[in-house]
């Protein structure tokens, strides 16, 4: 298994340019998360979704889209990009919140820059 | 609002030493989760805390969930080069909008 995966791993682009980052797991995980971090603090939710068709707002979603077409797959676009979102991206996945609780398994991440 | 604070943020130690990282958090929640990143990589799971008195432990690290203090502590016991890594916890909401908020991090330096 390949786990969680990640494309691109490395992108840099011009403010105003947009572009889509996608994530794929093939552990039939139901809920996936797209994360970014910055230095200094941690990890924060951009969007989420709990299965095939639904997305959520998480903690920092303002200049990010996302959608879930297939159960495997969770793509997260900016359609204008700001320096304001030079970070790096990680995507998750874990199975579903129950009550073996819900461990999530990360991407390698995206190094993105945006002069 | 549900916040996670970490201390210390940065630790460094030497070989052979023991110390605690503690996760403190600010609204109730029996979710507890521990990660680890090393340098440009990304995290991966270590414990998963699912009730209050909750005790795991793997190797030098033992983790444990206290929900009546709000409290996480990850113990680290004679330390190895090898646990050099940002060690991050994880809070799960209970209720209400779904919530997974981590720390901001403890960047661990054991010296040799």
């Known amino acids: 298994n390949a786990g969680v995966t990640q494309t691109p791993k490395f992108r840099v682009l011009k403010t105003g340019q947009s572009m889509t980052l996608l994530c794929a797991q093939d552990m039939n995980h139901e809920y996936m998360y797209w994360y970014r971090q910055d230095p200094g603090m941690g990890l924060r939710l951009i969007h989420y979704?709990?299965?095939?068709?639904?997305?959520a707002k998480g903690e920092v979603p303002d200049g990010y889209n996302v959608s879930r077409l297939k159960k495997q797959n969770f793509l997260l676009g900016l359609e204008s990009a700001a320096p304001s979102q030079t970070s790096v991206y990680f995507c998750a996945s874990s199975f579903r919140r129950d009550l073996r609780g819900n461990e999530q398994f990360f991407g390698p991440g995206t190094r993105l820059t945006v002069l | 609002e549900l916040k996670v604070e970490q201390n210390p943020l940065f630790l460094s130690m030497q070989e052979g030493k023991n110390y605690t990282i503690y996760c403190n958090y600010s609204t109730t929640s029996d979710r507890l989760y521990w990660y680890r990143q090393d340098p440009g990589k990304s995290l991966e799971s270590l414990f998963v805390?699912?009730?209050?008195?909750a005790v795991k432990q793997e190797g030098r690290l033992m983790a444990s969930l206290d929900t009546k203090a709000r409290l996480s502590t990850l113990h680290i016991t004679a330390a190895v080069h090898d646990l050099s890594a940002t060690y991050f916890c994880?809070?799960?909401?209970?209720?209400?909008?779904?919530?997974?908020?981590f720390g901001t991090g403890t960047r661990l330096k054991v010296l040799a």
């Open positions: 979704s709990v299965g095939e068709g639904t997305t």
């Open positions: 805390l699912l009730s209050n008195g």
């Open positions: 994880a809070v799960e909401s209970n209720s209400g909008t779904y919530k997974y908020i």
